[in-house]
């Protein structure tokens, strides 16, 4: 049925090249590309993560581009987040730490796609504590999702 509706939709001219891989992911082998991350300290010295991957769970099963971004500080601080892809901004909201997670941990946690597009993601954020003044700029590079929908 998916497929039928994939092929139906390029017949038509509806959806481009990128969104023709779109298919299933599995939480093992992520047959969407592999998953890119980075990890450092911030200007005052706060560890972070941040990862990227291409999914499959976007509007309708569309390919999107996911970034998760981690902070490890005490709870109750705040941190104005934003991500972009390629330059493009898809997320700017100030974020609370606290629990998150399983076993819990404390810190900073923000998860958010935005669509997939041509060519390699550059997929960055930029992070700056409302109470200490400390900033996190980190990106990863994400090359495209070949496998897809494979």
Known sequence: MRRAFVAGMLAAGVIG????????ASAGGR???PEVSTSGV???GSSYTLKSKHDDDGPGGSLVEGEEFEINVPAGQVWQVTFADNGTVFFDQ?????PHGTPPKI?????HAAP??????????????QSTGETIDAFVNVPPAPNCGK
């Open 17 to 24: 090249g990128a969104l023709a891989f779109a298919g299933p």
């Open 42 to 44: 911030g200007t005052l």
């Open 94 to 98: 100030p974020s609370v730490s606290g």
């Open 31 to 33: 047959p969407c590309g």
């Open 107 to 111: 810190g900073v946690r923000e998860v």
């Open 116 to 129: 997939n597009q041509p060519g390699t993601q550059h997929m960055t954020v930029h992070a700056v504590s």
